[in-house]
């Protein structure tokens, strides 16, 4: 009894991994060989190590029967386990370990940046996505017109206007702080801001309750067939293969198709559930219809329509100013996914996506995207805000944009700033936030101030890196 006690407690809980890893090699390899072996690497760009190892596995077919010569691209115990000792003393090397380390080191050199491609999307190096040097000298002017940044060239006009602003914000949030002016603000023991979110005050809906209590339900087959006789939308979804179609899909299919995915039904039970249309001809409208942009262009249609109204426009707390917010929606994942992951913000045996969603004060939606459940959703302001037309949407010209905490990050504050946006998130906890002012905490705190900087900004590093190349997402 003693003896076994002793034997668990001294067993290496990374080689009993390792030994289960083992067992899921052939179910994992079966899955992600071909995939890897259609893999064409930026070889110049990418981890030389983790190159060589791929590149082995490629040539190989996926047949190892050694390791590659270098191994620096695992640990000193991951290369210790890839040899055991059998019982006549001969060292045999772990081939499907071995493996599992390469899948598990391919997956990490994605996300890290250290293995690039030259063909993808998302997974290229970074630099490609950047406005060449080149480029950017002989275009400088030009492309400042095209991204609507004229006004940022001179750093010390803007560096100027940012001191007087930011300087003018700390005495005014301190003396109404001192006069008793803001009860929503305090601070605890260690001087951490802490704000009181006011109560919202509820709109009386009893006026208008009476126009509506008539129509009890509207089917959204219904309401597609009245939006698209209104503001039509479906000549944007147009065929991705012209020289390919051949029948134009009816109306009833285009909603019937919009229905499955928007609502997450899905095109083959929309068609168990469905009269007279055939699962391939939903499917056909699916993959050759609606496509990420021709879905873009259809949703600007309806909201340029829904500009033109005047009823949306009672939800406008102000004419000269449009409000728009963005969150996230957890989406539970049963099949695999390039964009599911556990994540610890939710908790469960499941992969999860979140779908970031942006609308304005008059509920108009005007961005969305799925992003890994992992990430921040602060990794999507980029997109929503930048690239292609002003605000990546010619539509909707937001003056103040809010998210939750995950939606914040300082980049993101200082991109909203320079793209005219006001950015006001909801933060969580206001206090663990840092503070950053062009003058020193010690000079506020001689004017007997409470909420003071927590770091002074470095204005020589930002000079020296103000006229490089700036970045475009496409």
Same mark, same amino acid.
């Given at each position: 009894?003693?003896?076994?006690?002793?034997?668990?407690?001294?067993?290496?809980?990374?080689?009993?991994?390792?030994?289960? @890893?083992?067992?899921?090699?052939? @179910?994992?390899?079966?899955?992600?060989?071909?995939?890897?072996?259609?893999?064409?690497?930026?070889?110049?760009?990418?981890?030389?190590? =983790?190159?060589? $190892?791929?590149?082995?596995?490629?040539?190989?077919?996926?047949?190892?029967?050694?390791?590659?010569?270098?191994?620096? @691209?695992?640990? /000193?115990?991951?290369? !210790?386990?890839?040899?055991?000792?059998?019982?006549?003393?001969?060292?045999?090397?772990?081939?499907?370990? +071995?493996?599992?380390?390469?899948?598990?080191?391919?997956? /990490?050199?994605?996300?890290?940046?250290?293995?690039?491609?030259?063909?993808?999307?998302?997974?290229?190096?970074?630099?490609?996505?950047?406005?060449?040097?080149?480029?950017?000298?002989?275009?400088?002017?030009?492309?400042?017109?095209?991204?609507?940044?004229?006004? %940022?060239?001179? +750093?010390?006009?803007?560096?100027?206007? %940012?001191?007087?602003?930011?300087?003018?914000?700390?005495?005014?949030?301190?003396?109404?702080?001192?006069?008793?002016?803001?009860?929503?603000?305090?601070?605890?023991?260690?001087?951490?801001?802490?704000? $009181?979110?006011?109560?919202?005050?509820?709109? !009386?809906?009893?006026?208008? &309750?009476?126009?509506?209590?008539?129509?009890?339900?509207?089917?959204?087959?219904?309401? %597609?067939?009245?939006?698209?006789?209104?503001?039509?939308?479906?000549?944007?979804?147009?065929?991705?293969?012209?020289?390919?179609?051949?029948?134009?899909?009816?109306?009833?299919?285009?909603? $019937?198709?919009?229905?499955?995915?928007?609502?997450?039904?899905?095109?083959?039970?929309?068609?168990?559930?469905?009269?007279?249309?055939?699962?391939?001809?939903?499917?056909?409208?699916?993959?050759?219809?609606?496509?990420?942009?021709?879905?873009?262009?259809?949703?600007?249609?309806?909201?340029?329509?829904? *500009?033109?109204?005047? %009823?949306?426009?009672?939800?406008?707390?102000?004419?000269?100013?449009?409000?728009?917010?963005?969150?996230?929606?957890?989406?539970? *994942?049963?099949?695999?996914?390039? *964009?599911?992951?556990?994540?610890?913000?939710?908790?469960?045996?499941?992969?999860?996506?979140?779908?970031?969603? $942006?609308?304005?004060?008059?509920?108009?939606?005007?961005?969305?995207?799925?992003?890994?459940?992992?990430?921040?959703?602060?990794?999507?302001?980029?997109?929503? +805000?930048?690239?292609?037309?002003?605000?990546?949407?010619?539509?909707?010209?937001?003056?103040?944009?809010?998210?939750?905490?995950?939606?914040?990050?300082?980049?993101?504050?200082?991109?909203?700033?320079?793209?005219?946006?006001?950015?006001?998130?909801?933060?969580? !906890?206001?206090? &663990?936030?840092? =503070?950053?002012?062009?003058?020193?905490?010690?000079?506020?705190?001689?004017? !007997?101030?409470?909420?003071?900087?927590?770091?002074?900004?470095?204005?020589?590093?930002?000079?020296?890196? @103000?006229?490089?190349p700036v970045g475009t997402i496409f």
């Open positions: 009894m003693i003896e076994s006690l002793g034997i668990e407690t001294g067993r290496d809980e990374k080689t009993d991994f390792y030994r289960l @890893w083992q067992r899921q090699s052939i @179910w994992l390899s079966n899955r992600v060989t071909q995939p890897i072996l259609q893999l064409i690497i930026n070889q110049e760009e990418t981890d030389k190590t =983790l190159f060589e $190892a791929i590149n082995h596995y490629i040539e190989k077919k996926g047949k190892i029967t050694k390791p590659s010569k270098n191994l620096n @691209w695992l640990d /000193d115990k991951q290369q !210790d386990a890839l040899h055991e000792i059998n019982e006549k003393g001969e060292e045999i090397f772990q081939r499907r370990l +071995y493996k599992m380390f390469l899948f598990e080191a391919i997956n /990490d050199g994605i996300k890290s940046g250290i293995l690039n491609f030259n063909h993808s999307y998302r997974f290229r190096f970074l630099e490609e996505y950047l406005i060449s040097k080149k480029e950017w000298k002989d275009n400088r002017e030009q492309l400042l017109m095209d991204a609507e940044m004229t006004h %940022l060239t001179d +750093y010390e006009d803007i560096v100027g206007v %940012l001191k007087e602003n930011l300087d003018q914000l700390y005495h005014q949030v301190n003396d109404g702080y001192n006069l008793g002016l803001n009860p929503h603000l305090r601070f605890d023991k260690a001087n951490k801001p802490i704000i $009181a979110t006011p109560a919202v005050e509820k709109p !009386d809906l009893s006026k208008i &309750s009476s126009y509506f209590n008539p129509a009890r339900f509207v089917s959204i087959l219904d309401l %597609l067939a009245d939006v698209e006789k209104t503001a039509p939308f479906l000549h944007h979804l147009g065929h991705q293969s012209k020289t390919h179609e051949r029948k134009r899909p009816t109306p009833e299919t285009f909603f $019937a198709s919009i229905i499955a995915l928007g609502c997450n039904i899905g095109v083959e039970k929309m068609r168990n559930i469905s009269k007279g249309i055939q699962v391939s001809t939903l499917q056909n409208t699916s993959d050759w219809y609606l496509s990420l942009q021709a879905l873009k262009d259809a949703n600007d249609a309806i909201i340029k329509m829904k *500009n033109d109204l005047d %009823l949306p426009e009672i939800h406008r707390n102000d004419p000269n100013e449009l409000h728009t917010a963005s969150d996230g929606q957890k989406i539970l *994942n049963k099949k695999n996914s390039l *964009n599911a992951a556990f994540s610890y913000k939710y908790p469960g045996f499941d992969k999860a996506s979140v779908a970031n969603t $942006a609308v304005d004060e008059r509920f108009a939606m005007f961005y969305s995207t799925v992003i890994v459940a992992s990430a921040r959703e602060a990794v999507s302001m980029v997109d929503m +805000y930048s690239g292609g037309d002003p605000l990546n949407n010619p539509v909707i010209k937001s003056t103040i944009h809010s998210t939750d905490t995950h939606g914040s990050t300082e980049v993101v504050f200082g991109m909203m700033h320079l793209l005219g946006v006001f950015f006001a998130p909801r933060i969580k !906890d206001l206090g &663990s936030q840092q =503070l950053y002012g062009f003058k020193s905490k010690k000079e506020y705190a001689e004017l !007997d101030y409470k909420l003071i900087p927590d770091h002074t900004i470095n204005t020589a590093l930002i000079e020296k890196h @103000w006229g490089r």
